[in-house]
């Protein structure tokens, strides 16, 4: 039996010393997945919340090192909704059994508006020092200081309100129209 021992051991290193692909994948290291715990954690690790507890605390996630559910200590409020939020961890006395959040992690939202095709885009031109101003409106445009309004509208019409109207002209002012309506 000592002999059969003693081959199959042979066979093992034979194997061994002309790697086949199966031996070199199970050989080579794993890139970047540490599963084991280390002694002492430097520096700041991202974690995932996954619970809170009613003292405060929260329950976090470490995936980095094959955690689950580890009491944290919090420097921030946090809420349900942030649940499953990664969280920036820090570890007290370097301890990777005692994580504190320091923050959550920033997960920028970008809602994207549908492109209308018919839509034109808004208008507003200045030219500098005073020659030229141009603001433009699709439907309406709307002027406004408090009671006094000044109203265009696509389709031509033009509307002054406000407590009082008063007009002047240097030289001559002239109303003109199809008709002209004077109160």
């Keep these: 039996m000592k002999i059969n021992l003693d081959q199959r051991a042979q066979a093992t290193q034979d194997n061994m010393q002309t790697p086949s692909e199966l031996n070199h994948l199970i050989q ?6 540490t599963t084991h715990v280390p002694e002492k954690v430097d520096g700041i690790v991202i974690g995932t919340l996954s619970g809170l507890v009613d003292n405060g605390d929260a329950l976090v996630n470490i995936d980095e090192f094959g955690l689950k559910k ?11 909704s942030q649940l499953t939020q990664d969280v920036a961890l820090g570890f007290q006395a370097g301890n990777p059994y005692r994580p504190i959040i320091l ?18 885009p808004q208008t507003l031109e200045v030219t500098q ?19 006094a309004v000044v109203l265009l509208t696509a389709d031509g019409h033009i509307q002054l309100r406000g407590g009082y109207i008063t007009s002047h002209a240097d030289a001559t002012q002239r109303i003109r129209g199809g008709s002209v309506q004077i109160n």
């Design 28 to 33: 080579r290291p794993r890139a970047h997945q």
């Design 70 to 80: 580890i009491a944290a200590h919090t420097l921030i409020e946090l809420n349900q």
């Design 103 to 120: 923050g959550l992690l920033h997960k920028p939202t970008i809602v994207a508006q549908p492109l209308d095709e018919t839509e034109k």
């Design 129 to 147: 020092q005073g020659k030229r101003i141009v603001i433009e409106a699709e439907q309406e445009l709307e002027l406004r200081c408090g009671e």
